[in-house]
């Protein structure tokens, strides 16, 4: 291997050096080449081709700002927004349709009334027909009735009704429970991101600052820029690994990959619910409706148990007669058929009382969980408000108090001595990021509280403009 070079004069254009093989061999150099491209991975060269030596703060802030970083297929686009993931959410959720099939099962329940309301009625060959097989040669046909049954079919109708309301409310706070954490998150996930996007403007302002007034002489002035952005880049890198938590969450409930394409948050997504704190009406909360079918049921089941109207008397008929003879009453069959009546006449009611207790508590355990239903939502209602008036007294507080003060320190900045401005100019810098850090958070907290409020008061409902707002019809 020898290496080839030229003579330069002053001024001229020295060429690169590049060292070469020189052999008779024709075939070596596609070979060397080869020989190359193996070892280049193995001994870590490769990574000198790759853009891995970036700083980790630029890394970070790629990670957060960058729109996709799965392509996927489900029609989700950077284009999308909240309304068009809650509509996925509710369409594509396994745990939903279960609760739908239930819903519409339970509306669809509660089979066809016998001939006589409370009646039971068994034939043989019934019987046989299903099971294929004939266990004698007779046919049987056997009737009982009791009044009390009739109490005891308002019961079960009572309790197909009840069944059928607490299924779809289970479905509707189901729905709304989903809603409420992917609005939530969203909002998280906004949060974060107009932190990087804030503290990546504040380090391209210090670099202004220090380009203007730093003085690399000064015993303190290059430790005070150097901690401020060790600090900024340490928070860079921290809310990067917190987006992509959040990122994956949301996809996650979604159910698709963690990692896929997300839209850009452009606000903490209650733009639709802004006049919700407004709104003094309510309707019931799904806690509070399967509480109250449960306290119906229940209050059903306790007047059946002291009622007394009816006695257990039962009036049975029971026929029989040849297996080829039908249940007619012509004259050419009617002497091969025996028909008999019986009436039964309770002896005692052994358990009566025991039936009655077990109601009494159940009626009991049933109003005191209705009770707390009630209390708990009013309670979680009224943190919703104190959250939501908080954050809005703090928005405000920030955007007519502190950033204002700010700007009247950063206006005097030129007319502080030299010695202590670029300090002034620093801690100026620092108290700005961190009021606007404040600000996004009470946004945050803001939609939050209005999320929680939309669930509580049980108002949105579809329409054709998107959910709840005060502006729709």
Request: charge should be negative.
């Amino acid at each position: 291997m020898v290496f080839r070079s030229c003579p330069a004069n002053a001024g001229d254009i020295v060429p690169v050096q590049i060292p070469i093989f020189e052999s008779t061999s024709t075939g070596f150099l596609p070979l060397l080449c080869a020989l190359l491209f193996l070892v280049l991975p193995g001994c870590g060269l490769m990574d000198y081709f790759t853009d891995e030596d970036a700083s980790q703060e630029t890394q970070a802030t790629k990670i957060v700002v960058s729109t996709f970083a799965i392509e996927s297929h489900d029609g989700i686009t950077a284009t999308s927004s909240l309304l068009d993931l809650e509509r996925y959410l509710i369409d594509h959720s396994p745990a939903l349709e279960l609760l739908r099939t239930k819903a519409s099962k339970s509306r669809e329940a509660g089979g066809t009334d016998a001939w006589l309301p409370g009646s039971g009625v068994r034939d043989s060959e019934e019987v046989g027909r299903r099971e294929s097989v004939r266990r004698d040669k007779e046919r049987r046909l056997a009737i009982d009735w009791r009044p009390s049954a009739i109490l005891e079919r308002d019961l079960r109708e009572q309790s197909r009704r009840s069944q059928s309301t607490v299924a779809t409310a289970k479905l509707r706070e189901a729905e709304s429970r989903l809603l409420r954490l992917l609005r939530e998150e969203w909002s998280e996930l906004w949060f974060e991101r107009q932190v990087v996007s804030a503290t990546t403007s504040s380090l391209d302002a210090l670099d202004r600052i220090q380009e203007v007034e730093f003085d690399p002489s000064s015993p303190t002035e290059p430790i005070l820029i150097e901690s401020l952005r060790i600090r900024w880049n340490d928070r860079l890198e921290g809310i990067a690994q917190e987006a992509r938590k959040t990122r994956s969450r949301i996809n996650s409930l979604l159910g698709r990959p963690a990692q896929a394409a997300l839209p850009m948050s452009a606000d903490p997504g209650d733009v639709r619910f802004q006049h919700i704190d407004q709104l003094t009406e309510r309707r019931l909360h799904p806690r509070e409706i399967i509480a109250h079918e449960e306290l119906a049921l229940a209050s059903a089941q306790l007047e059946d148990t002291e009622a007394g109207g009816w006695p257990d008397i039962v009036v049975g008929a029971q026929t029989h007669g040849d297996a080829d003879a039908p249940v007619t009453s012509s004259a050419s069959h009617g002497d091969s058929w025996t028909f008999t009546v019986g009436v039964e006449f309770p002896i005692g009611r052994q358990g009566e009382e025991s039936r009655r207790r077990a109601a009494r508590n159940r009626f009991g355990s049933a109003r005191a969980v209705q009770m707390l239903a009630r209390r708990s939502i009013e309670d979680e209602i009224a943190a919703a408000r104190a959250q939501l008036l908080a954050s809005l007294q703090r928005i405000d507080e920030i955007e007519k108090e502190v950033i204002p003060t700010i700007d009247e320190v950063r206006a005097k900045l030129p007319d502080q001595p030299t010695l202590v401005r670029f300090e002034a100019r620093l801690r100026v810098a620092d108290g700005l990021l961190e009021a606007q850090l404040a600000r996004v958070r009470a946004m945050a907290d803001r939609a939050r509280a209005r999320f929680s409020l939309i669930d509580l008061l049980g108002l949105e409902r579809p329409e054709p403009g998107g959910t709840y707002s005060r502006s729709t019809p």
